[in-house]
């Protein structure tokens, strides 16, 4: 088998060479995720919260079919300027390495490739899951089978409720994947900081997550480790609007007959439209935050690792 190879950027690869602390990002968030200038700014933002906590960031893409593990500024700004690229997860990367694609990395190829790369922890907005009605559609986020298989730990703000939180905890459970809540016992649901439902576990630093991630390691089960960080209260929105906010997006994308990878593309641009603006800063603002908590992890799980 040839080895794949990645292109790094001179920082993740002087990190990586030397055990110094990492967190991987992704781009979907990028290419589908906001609309452009807040895209850009963001990203070059969270990578900044990386490194004001002691990280180095490698935010992934495929760029003319090569898989980039950071990216310099002039490729995140094509990145995020570029209309109409691909958004893949794990199972499209191949075809799209083969056409020369260029491609924002959903959380699923995201953390795959990190594991590959060597990176141990990735920090994102919110995972992918079990959409609603799909016991009809059949619609499961391929994030959640990579959890089950890639030993990457993913920092998020729990799940949006675009998706059915309940159905997917379950699955997420079915695929062994340990779910831990951040300084609070409730699963958030991204904009707000309770999905109403419990996380399976709860701890209170990062080093307690990073001893987390040395045990789970040895204890061989391959999978990864969902981190739910919920969004600051300053920047939560109200659970009365943003649940009205996001039916009304989820019923236009049915009566338009949206389906398979366009729902979450189309509900989050949808959503910020129709609350103007205010979904897209909370979004923001939780980012960050979990790049901060993802960077403090690294830093910890580095010096344990050492
Ligand atoms: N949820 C968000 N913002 C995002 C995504 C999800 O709040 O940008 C992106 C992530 O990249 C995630 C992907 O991996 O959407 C999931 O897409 P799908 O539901 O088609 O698997």
Do not use: W
């Amino acid at each position: 088998m040839t080895k794949l190879q990645f292109t790094f950027s001179p920082a993740v690869a002087e990190a990586l060479a030397a055990g110094d602390p990492l967190v991987a990002l992704e781009s979907t968030i990028i290419t589908h995720g906001m609309p452009f200038p807040a895209n850009l700014e963001t990203a070059r933002a969270v990578e900044d919260v990386v490194r004001a906590n002691g990280a180095v960031p490698a935010t992934i893409a495929l760029i003319d079919g090569d898989i980039h593990v950071g990216l310099d500024d002039a490729r995140l700004e094509r990145l995020a300027r570029a209309q109409g690229v691909a958004k893949a997860s794990g199972r499209d990367l191949a075809a799209l390495m083969v056409r020369r694609g260029t491609a924002g990395t959903t959380v699923s190829a995201t953390m795959r490739i990190a594991a590959l790369a060597g990176i141990d922890i990735f920090a994102t907005g919110g995972v992918g899951g079990v959409h609603r009605g799909a016991g009809e559609t059949f619609d499961v986020s391929a994030d959640l089978t990579e959890l089950g298989q890639t030993g990457t730990t993913v920092v998020c703000a729990g799940v949006k409720s675009i998706l059915d939180i309940p159905k997917t905890l379950e699955y997420i459970e079915t695929q062994r994947v340990p779910v831990v809540a951040y300084g609070s016992e409730d699963f958030p649901a991204f904009f707000t900081r309770s999905s109403g439902l419990k996380a399976d576990h709860s701890l209170s630093s990062p080093e307690e997550i990073a001893r987390l991630m040395i045990a789970h390691a040895s204890l061989g089960s391959g999978t990864g480790i969902l981190i739910a960080n919920p969004i600051p209260e300053a920047d939560a929105l109200s659970p009365d609007f943003i649940d009205a906010t996001i039916a009304d997006a989820v019923r236009e994308a049915e009566a338009r007959g949206i389906s398979r990878k366009e729902v979450t593309p189309f509900l989050l641009q949808r959503i910020n439209e129709l609350s103007q603006g205010r979904s897209l800063a909370a979004n923001i603002a939780l980012v960050k935050n979990n790049a901060a908590l993802a960077a403090r992890m690294a830093e910890a799980h580095a010096k344990l690792k050492r």
